[in-house]
């Protein structure tokens, strides 16, 4: 039986039964596609929630402070997170 299924499983190609031929590379590559998007993410929903401390600060030195300080490590964060992204498209397209 065991002989019989080894058989049948080199003849049957992934495309024939709904699958696709997937790489390793393929799959770094979605993960660390979804990497990016959820840090993305995370840095735009820090900018807002930075924002919405600023603008809701009263004039209070300190939150108005660390306002900034969120907003600024964001916009870092995010500058960050595209360079990452485009250099490792970059590199796995040279490859």
Do not use: C, H, W
Not at 9 to 29: C, K, R
């Amino acid at each position: 039986m065991k002989t019989f299924l080894f058989q049948l499983a080199q003849t049957i190609s992934p495309d024939e039964v709904g699958l696709t031929n997937t790489s390793g590379d393929d799959i770094f590559t979605a993960a660390l596609n979804t990497f990016y998007f959820i840090a993305g993410t995370v840095a735009v929903i820090v900018i807002i929630v930075a924002g919405i401390t600023y603008a809701s600060s009263g004039g209070d030195s300190s939150k108005v402070t660390k306002a900034k300080n969120q907003i600024l490590y964001s916009v870092i964060g995010l500058v960050l997170v595209f360079s990452a992204f485009a250099i490792t498209n970059f590199v796995i397209g040279s490859f």
